[in-house]
């Protein structure tokens, strides 16, 4: 059965219209339990950061954010620490211009953001998959195998490489479960 990645702020009730008998499933931060696990947000604990040996992030966001350099702020380890689901995101209108991620806590490189979803978001998603929620994974197998499934998520790109937009975790959860994870390097 198909598997499809929908924009959260569609309503319910429309998917349930275009997809009748469908199972709907939020996996952002505002998801409900247990599919909230599968948030970038959510706090798994001790996901490795890359380009870091022995060092670790309470989330994927975490490492994501903490890892970015700005024109005015370089990388913030605080972000890393963080359990609560919010307060992670750090913005260029505070900050200044993005001028790419850091190879790690130490890194004297900085990283495009093309080469950070490859080495640094996509390693650090795949750790969450494959050591966190392999139990959702089966679930997600298990429906699918029987349902068609409607991932809801705030985005919707699942191409690694159209950096115009964010990328989806949700699509992520697809490519992974389709056995058809992107390349990271």
Not at 7 to 25: D, F, G, H, Q, T
Not at 110 to 129: F, H, N
Not at 144 to 157: I, R
């Amino acid at each position: 059965m198909p598997l499809i990645i929908k924009n959260r702020r569609v309503s319910v009730e429309n998917l349930a219209k275009v997809y009748p008998n469908a199972v709907i499933i939020d996996v952002t931060s505002r998801g409900s339990e247990p599919w909230i696990r599968f948030s970038p947000f959510y706090p798994h604990a001790e996901i490795p950061i890359p380009f870091s040996p022995g060092q670790f992030s309470m989330t994927v966001e975490g490492i994501w954010q903490g890892l970015k350099v700005f024109e005015t702020s370089n990388i913030d380890p605080s972000k890393f620490l963080i359990s609560e689901m919010k307060g992670i995101k750090r913005s260029a209108r505070k900050y200044g211009k993005v001028l790419g991620h850091r190879t790690g806590l130490t890194g004297d490189r900085l990283l495009s953001y093309q080469e950070a979803r490859r080495q640094i978001y996509l390693p650090s998603y795949r750790w969450v998959l494959e050591n966190r929620v392999q139990d959702l994974i089966y679930k997600l197998k298990e429906l699918v195998a029987h349902t068609t499934v409607v991932l809801l998520d705030y985005e919707t790109n699942s191409d690694i490489d159209n950096l115009s937009r964010p990328l989806s975790h949700a699509g992520l959860i697809k490519l992974y479960l389709e056995d058809n994870w992107p390349t990271e390097i």
